[in-house]
């Protein structure tokens, strides 16, 4: 049985295919159409997706949409009549996109793909709470989902067991962590929906002086229930999401580019310590309510990994898991899973997501050919010869673009579209964000380490296969990697199994044996406001604009003079 999941038309846009049950390809359509972020109905992705297993639309026994379109509908509307007359410019620019496509959804999947069967439409946050508990190694486990806004909801707890989802609760509009936390990014002069990751990390350097202040305007009760006080914020009344209200009580906001202030600094810790105890709240409340001691996550805020990661150390669940595309990309697996499973009632559960291994691959001509094409000297590497040259060149300090096999699902790079460097070097977190990445000086940059040897480097409590845990870096190590030791002395931490990636395994390995130290930076092959490169061209591309070193595509080596 083939199904097709799909999330599209407010961001993040993607495709996944399920078959029989197991994920067998997934991809954002930013990837291929080269717009970060993009919203757009994911035809490369399904595209991608369907060619991967040599399908045509006439192989598809069901399509699975990530939300519910007219409950979502309803929700703009009533609180676009709520906001009248300040809503009106918003109402006027929104109304076209929904009369276009959202609100006919079965006839532009129809349009767009000549599908003549069976659409299901899944709940927003019932795609989500899918596409962490279905792919998950437990029979049975807690689900906490929490985001921006679904179609009303924006938080909601349950649990799932075997190839089922009970929602328990759930917070709706205008009610919301995640909105709070995109309106603080806006505040500060960052992108909403791109830039909460940085906010993250400027947190680390602040102070939490400001914590009164947003306790005020959002109320969280003992049972981790919330109420935001709306004065402070306009989310339908204009073209910013805080208030004139907001403004008064922290002071005139940050424009982007603007000078950062020792203020918009301690407002970002603010929010995040804010957001993080929130959280935590909710937790404990979710455990007290369902007494399993296993939790999946899902939804924009658990990419946060910080959040994450006191979760686990701070509340009574024993195990943690969250699939690396948290945010509405992961909706379109969901839905598909969620289908199958759920819907569809198939039993037992035969898929577990072990790697995010999911994306578009390409052989050794087609990177031989992006090569030659581009007039670049390069090199031909046996297995063996290619980890040891590489490693060596990582252990001289030098920047090495690192594209392997299939690309990943997510935001993250997890190994085989990354950009990789040493973490002995302290100056290499400033060398990497001005000279490669050019992107702010603050952020930080996260370790690969070999799973084996990961407790002997940090102090954690669970695997963090997909970059989404940022535990502390043990006392005795922090000086053997300072590159990857954010300024609070935690690091975003990736375990490399050997299983699920033997060529970042092996590497990693070989500068172990020439530094000792298991460990490498991994960050994403992309420069500042690009996606992460999908193609070897789209790799050279990057390579040319930067300062990197080295490019490895394959087993084909590329080095600047």
């Known amino acids: ?62 399509i699975a949409f990530y939300e519910k379109s ?158 935001m006080d709306q004065r402070f914020f306009g989310f339908n009344r204009g073209s910013r999401m805080y208030s004139v209200k907001f403004v008064k009580s922290f002071g005139k906001e940050r424009k982007p580019d603007g000078k950062m202030e020792e203020r918009h600094i301690d407002i970002a810790a603010s929010l995040q310590k804010f957001l993080e105890d929130t959280l935590i709240t909710i937790a404990r409340n979710v455990y007290k309510e369902t007494k399993m001691d296993k939790l999946c996550l899902a939804g924009g805020l658990f990419l946060n990994c910080v959040a994450n990661n006191r979760i686990l150390e701070e509340t009574e669940f024993k195990e943690l898991f969250i699939q690396p595309a948290a945010g509405d990309a992961g909706g379109a697996l969901g839905a598909a899973c969620y289908a199958h499973y759920s819907l569809l009632n198939n039993k037992p559960r035969n898929y577990i997501m072990t790697d995010a291994y999911l994306g578009p691959e390409f052989n050794a001509d087609q990177a031989r050919r992006a090569l030659v094409n581009h007039k670049l000297n390069f090199k031909e590497f046996d297995e063996s010869a290619l980890f ?16 392997q096999g299939r690309m990943e699902f997510g935001p993250r790079a997890l190994g085989n579209r990354s950009i990789l460097a040493s973490p002995r070097n302290p100056d290499m977190k400033e060398l990497l964000n001005s000279k490669v990445k050019k992107r702010e000086s603050f952020r930080p940059y996260a370790p690969a380490v070999l799973e084996e040897r990961a407790n002997d480097f940090f102090e954690f409590k669970n695997l963090s296969p997909f970059m989404l845990l940022s535990p502390k870096v043990r006392e005795d190590k922090k000086s053997a990697i300072p590159a990857v030791t954010h300024i ?25 044996g020439i530094t000792g130290i298991p460990v490498i930076i991994n960050t994403s092959f992309n420069l500042k406001g690009e996606p992460i490169v999908c193609l070897p061209e789209e790799a050279i591309d990057v390579f040319l604009r930067s300062q990197m070193d080295c490019l490895v595509l394959g087993n084909y080596v590329i080095e600047k003079e």
């Open 1 to 62: 049985m083939n199904i097709l999941g799909i999330s599209c038309f407010y961001h993040d846009s993607a495709a996944c295919l399920v078959q029989d049950g197991k994920v067998v390809a997934a991809a954002q359509e930013e990837r291929f159409n080269r717009e970060k972020y993009s919203s757009v109905f994911p035809i490369r992705a399904i595209n991608y997706c369907f060619q991967s297993k040599d399908l045509t639309i006439y192989d598809i026994d069901y």
């Open 70 to 227: 007219y409950l979502k509908f309803s929700r703009v509307i009533l609180s676009h009549l709520r906001s009248y007359p300040f809503s009106l410019k918003n109402f006027l620019g929104t109304m076209p996109h929904w009369l276009e496509d959202r609100l006919i959804m079965p006839l532009v999947i129809k349009k767009e793909l000549g599908y003549e069967g069976k659409s299901l439409f899944i709940k927003h946050h019932l795609s989500h709470a899918a596409s962490a508990f279905l792919v998950s190694p437990f029979e049975e486990a807690a689900i906490l989902i929490a985001d921006g806004v679904g179609e009303w909801t924006t938080a909601s707890f349950g649990f799932g067991k075997a190839n089922q989802i009970n929602i328990l609760k759930e917070i709706q509009y205008p009610d919301s962590l995640g909105l709070l936390y995109t309106a603080v990014t806006s505040y500060l002069g960052f992108e909403a929906l791109s830039g909460e990751g940085k906010v993250m990390g400027l947190a680390g350097y602040g102070k939490p002086s400001y914590l009164d202040k947003f306790k005020e305007i959002v109320e969280v009760k003992p049972d981790g229930s919330f109420k």
């Open 388 to 403: 040891a040259h590489v490693a060596s060149i990582l252990s001289q300090d030098k920047i090495v673009g690192w594209v």
């Open 488 to 512: 609070d002395g935690s690091a975003r931490m990736q375990t490399v199994n050997k299983n699920s990636n033997p060529r970042l395994w092996q590497l990693i390995k070989e500068f172990e």
